[in-house]
Nanobody
């Protein structure tokens, strides 16, 4: 079984910064893409940023220039650095990973974290 545990959410004023972390643990053989999605009240979940194991990244236009993502493959951890936060960034942020397990190293599992709330408000 594989778990993703997020941390780093909270309340921040507009213009502030937060850093989210997501660590994968369990019966992991390999991880391909790791990324972050968010869901604001009344809206659909959307991609924020994702990175492949080789380091290629995909950043949503709405956060380009403000958010960056990175990962530590040795620690099975992905990060989301959020700068110049705006009230419209308020949402639950979910970590996502494409994982191969030792039990089935040929079939990727799509795993989600439990989510962490980010609130941007003065």
């Amino acid at each position: 079984q594989v778990q993703l545990v997020e941390s780093g959410g909270g309340l921040v004023q507009p213009g502030g910064s937060l850093r989210l972390s997501c660590a994968a643990s369990g019966n992991i053989y390999n991880i391909n893409a790791m990324g972050w999605y968010r869901q604001a009240p009344g809206k659909q979940r959307e991609l924020v940023a994702a990175t492949t194991r080789g380091g290629s990244t995909n950043i949503a236009d709405s956060v380009k220039g403000r958010f960056t993502t990175s990962r530590d493959n040795a620690k099975n951890t992905v990060y989301l650095q959020m700068n110049n936060l705006k009230p419209e960034d308020t949402a639950v942020y979910y970590c996502n990973a494409e994982v191969l397990t030792w039990q089935n190293p040929s079939h990727y599992l799509n795993i989600w974290g439990q989510g962490t709330l980010v609130t941007v408000s003065s």
